[in-house]
């Protein structure tokens, strides 16, 4: 029911209440007003009698002449006796014995009161009578009119007030029910405003409130419910504005209840926390199971309940790299973890300077050794054929290791300073693997190699088919390599989400000191010094592998496995 609907019925039953009381008591005020019309007239007749009798001798017996003069035709008297013996009686006979009035009701009433009345049957006449009687000094005096319909409706108040009080009450329900629809109008409106909020339903703000202080009232609620949205609006949009600084920050962070449930977390968040773990996990709360944050969780108890802004920082040192951790506790109990790749970088100028002296290095051997053979051949023109095949035979595998290299060099100089030069496409991941591998298939089986993919689905992106093949065959390439024979190879996507795939790839081969970790991805750097150059590699493989994951806006980290063995930790993003 609305609130018009019941104000409407209050103030109704209210003054129909208050009308109803009003007309039955002016109702019984006519009532007895004609009553004592009635009784004025009755005792008239009986003070008339009684003076008519007082002054007459033989009174009694000539009331008859009296009585006639009286404009009531049906007018009764009874003239009784102080014992309650009737004198006379107008509607019988004179000298007609009656019995005793003693215990008549207006009789009794008389004779305490002075004046009695009473509405009852006779039983002489065996007629509904109206009594009056008066207690005189030696008799009693009665007259009575039979309660006849002109008797009765003389009784009754007058039904025309009864007709103007309904007539009132009618104009006051219409002006009532005008005054609340009035009234409610703004009241109306602003609950199905507020109903409509509360169901989420779309607003019209521009609600028109009659004008009125409760418009006027209705009207600010409904600019500032519009100022509210507003203020909301511009929060969900710089909120979304943070989440997506958040996304592609350079920074691992991670946001979580006080229950360390995972709010958001970004790439990197993922990237460093599996880099810190032993083995990947699906969901960023599990780095809170790590021994390395016991100090942090300490830090997380200790704050939620003295309810501080604090902070807390530790570094962690794992798998040859130096990690900051920070957490933060706000005052909604909330808390940010942000863990920062900190392992020191050796500065751009001294990159070059290296980099200029390992191509130098790297160009000089091959190039050393065609020379060696080639000048063998000039000095000694009688050289036997076989020999001579040797020595061009030589040459061309340095000749080929001279062009893989210099193709390593031109594919690292054009992802690092023209990234435009390779487009972008559809690509499958998953297909992209499968071609490796079969192109790999003769050496996994003169190795011994066991390749397990934990991939079983399509994985699709929009990428560099040739670049993706790249990183794919340098890791297994490097695993043939360096890591031993007879061994398995996994290869798992153990993670995606909107914008990022989570790659895994480890072997349980030989793994690498951890001093060495944070330096595999550089160019040309060699753990054995001579140990690649005599197994024909070219230094750059894990290098290629680190820029083509970096062009696809991913990450990539080493770290050896806690049972045996290498694992490379990286994402690429999926548009």
């Excluded at 207690?135 to 039904?159: C, G, Q």
């Excluded at 820029?547 to 806690?562: D, E, M, R, T, Y």
Aim: a neutral charge; charged letters at 25%; hydrophobic letters at 40%.
């Amino acid at each position: 029911m609305t609130l018009n609907k019941r104000l409407f019925l209050y103030f109704f039953g209210t003054f129909f209440l208050l009308t109803a009381a009003i007309t039955f008591f002016q109702y019984q005020r006519e009532k007895e007003f004609r009553t004592e019309q009635l009784d004025q007239l009755l005792s008239t007749y009986n003070n008339t009698i009684c003076k008519y009798i007082q002054e007459n001798k033989n009174a009694i017996s000539s009331i008859d002449n009296l009585i006639k003069y009286f404009p009531d035709s049906t007018l009764r008297v009874t003239l009784i006796d102080l014992n309650g013996n009737v004198m006379y009686e107008n509607s019988v006979k004179y000298g007609t014995i009656l019995e005793n009035h003693a215990h008549r009701p207006e009789i009794i009433s008389a004779s305490k009161y002075i004046t009695g009345k009473a509405f009852r049957l006779s039983a002489t006449t065996n007629i509904n009578y109206y009594y009056l009687a008066h207690k005189h000094e030696h008799f009693y005096i009665r007259t009575a009119l039979p309660y006849n319909l002109s008797l009765s409706n003389t009784l009754k108040a007058n039904t025309l007030f009864l007709y103007f009080v309904a007539f009132i009450l009618l104009i006051a329900v219409v002006v009532l029910f005008y005054i609340t629809k009035s009234f409610t109008n703004s009241i109306d409106r602003l609950w199905k405003f507020t109903d409509r909020v509360e169901k989420g339903e779309k607003i019209d703000t521009s609600i028109q409130f009659p004008k009125d202080e409760l418009g006027d009232l209705s009207r600010n609620i409904v600019q500032l419910y519009r100022t509210m949205e507003e203020a909301k609006d511009e929060v969900n949009h710089e909120r979304e504005k943070l989440s997506k600084h958040i996304l592609i920050s350079q920074e691992g962070l991670g946001f979580f209840s006080a229950n360390k449930k995972e709010i958001l977390t970004n790439r990197y968040f993922i990237q460093y926390a599996s880099v810190l773990a032993d083995s990947q996990f699906d969901s960023s709360e599990k780095i809170f199971e790590l021994l390395e944050f016991a100090e942090i969780n300490e830090f997380i108890t200790e704050s939620l309940l003295h309810e501080n802004l604090t902070r807390k920082r530790i570094l962690v040192e794992k798998n040859g790299k130096v990690f900051n951790i920070r957490c933060i506790v706000f005052q909604d109990n909330t808390f940010e973890i942000s863990i920062n790749d900190i392992t020191a970088q050796e500065h751009e100028n001294e990159l070059k300077r290296q980099l200029t002296q390992n191509i130098s290095h790297e160009l000089k051997t091959p190039v050393s050794s065609i020379m060696g053979y080639m000048e063998s051949i000039l000095q000694n023109p009688d050289i036997d054929t076989d020999r001579q095949r040797f020595y061009i035979e030589r040459s061309f595998v340095q000749a080929q290791r001279l062009s893989a290299l210099l193709q390593d060099i031109s594919i690292l100089n054009k992802i690092e300073e023209s990234n435009q030069l390779f487009e972008r496409e559809n690509c499958d991941v998953a297909q992209t693997i499968k071609d490796v591998i079969n192109d790999v298939q003769l050496e996994i089986e003169e190795k011994g190699f066991t390749i397990i993919q934990n991939i079983s689905k399509p994985l699709l992106m929009e990428g560099n088919r040739s670049l993706l093949y790249s990183v794919f065959r340098n890791l297994i390439d490097n695993a043939l390599s360096y890591a031993g024979n007879n061994l398995t190879l996994e290869i798992n996507c153990y993670r995606e989400d909107g914008y990022f795939y989570y790659f895994s790839f480890s072997d349980n081969g030989i793994g690498i000191p951890e001093e060495y970790l944070g330096k595999i991805f550089e160019r040309f750097y060699r753990i054995d010094k001579g140990r690649s150059r005599k197994l024909g590699g070219t230094g750059l493989g894990l290098s290629i592998v680190k820029n083509a994951v970096h062009f696809h806006k991913g990450n990539i980290s080493a770290k050896n496995s806690s049972t045996g063995g290498l694992i490379f930790i990286f994402s690429l993003r999926k548009f």
